[in-house]
């Protein structure tokens, strides 16, 4: 039996991961829709292939039955998890993925009790979305036990990969979203800003629809959270009038457009970039008394991070140590997880406490 099948093996970070998890010892099956590219890359990395689609339960099954793990790459994730999560229940394979899409986290959600059951884990988000800011929440939960707020934030360097440029525009339309008392709320993009210093001076940040709106949740329990990128200063103002075209950018014949312009034009960060870049998170903790916890963390590029994080996991799923059910990456391996990569350190401010206006 192979340790681990890399679904969508030859995308960009598919590929980045098939790297990694062979350099590491793994035995990796190479896989995907694309006979072409699978059988390619097999031949390149000198491993087994499956070439099956996710909408062929008996295909999906017969491949699954040979591994451990499924490390699933293809995205969008709305679309594509589901089927992979139901073929790994059937097939009693732990599964994992490096989705940042919140409907897909709060739709995994809901397989707990059947992956308890099948005694499968499920475990989304393994990449830099959402490992390096779940963990960082999970440890500002421990510094502040009280807290019933918690935002969360990075600054990062280098391009995007095809496929995340396509899933942001699949979003367009859709408009921000953040966690207010356990719900989840849909809110304009552009209206939530606030200077933060991600470690490197106070920057613009504007609060965005990412995974930890739903992660944190499940990590930690603190029932209001929000998400901020660093942004330009401009971006906020030109992210409000863009609103008003939310519609027409979410359209079908202006989706295909945008999508035809990623194959075209996007590669995604090259090697130097992703060798010397470097991320930058943040996060703050609050209680309702004014107890105020900040900490940061300073990691590798985000695609090279997303694959040493997801091989990490992965590696520690094959081993044995893969908890049932559904999972969160904080919530199965604690806050430390992410200082176990190369790289990455984390610094704490003195928790303080802020006088409450009147």
Request: proline letters at 5%.
């Amino acid at each position: 039996m192979a340790d681990l099948l890399v679904y969508g093996s030859y995308g960009f970070t598919g590929s980045l991961i098939v790297d990694e998890a062979l350099d590491r010892g793994l035995d990796v099956i190479v896989a995907g829709r694309d006979r072409n590219a699978v059988e390619n890359q097999a031949i390149r990395q000198k491993c087994d292939e499956r070439v099956f689609s996710l909408d062929e339960p008996r295909l999906v099954d017969h491949a699954l039955e040979e591994v451990e793990a499924v490390l699933h790459c293809a995205g969008p994730f709305a679309d594509t998890a589901e089927p992979m999560v139901e073929g790994c229940l059937r097939t009693g394979t732990h599964y994992l993925d490096i989705t940042g899409e919140i409907e897909v986290f709060e739709r995994l959600a809901g397989y707990d009790d059947e992956a308890a059951e099948a005694g499968v884990m499920v475990l989304p988000g393994v990449g830099f979305d959402v490992v390096p800011t779940d963990c960082l929440a999970a440890h500002l939960a421990e510094r502040v036990p009280d807290a019933d707020r918690i935002a969360l934030g990075f600054e990062a360097s280098g391009g995007i990969s095809p496929g995340t440029a396509k899933t942001a525009i699949r979003g367009l339309g859709d408009g921000g979203a953040v966690r207010r008392n356990g719900r989840i709320e849909v809110v304009p993009i552009g209206i939530d800003t606030r200077r933060i210093d991600f470690g490197r001076g106070e920057r613009t940040a504007m609060a965005i629809p990412w995974g930890d709106v739903s992660t944190a949740y499940h990590t930690t329990g603190i029932e209001t959270v929000a998400v901020y990128t660093a942004v330009p200063s401009w971006v906020p103002r030109a992210a409000r009038l863009g609103k008003l075209f939310g519609p027409l950018a979410g359209s079908g014949p202006v989706q295909s457009l945008l999508e035809s312009l990623v194959d075209a034009r996007v590669d995604g960060p090259d090697e130097c970039e992703r060798r010397d870049g470097r991320s930058y998170v943040w996060g703050e903790a609050e209680t309702a008394d004014g107890d105020r916890a900040v900490s940061r963390l300073v990691a590798p590029e985000t695609y090279r991070l997303t694959k040493l994080t997801a091989v990490e996991i992965a590696e520690r799923v094959v081993g044995g140590d893969a908890p049932e059910g559904f999972q969160t990456p904080a919530g199965a391996y604690g806050p430390d997880l992410i200082l176990d990569i190369e790289g990455v350190e984390r610094t704490d401010d003195p928790v303080e406490t802020v006088q409450k206006s009147v």
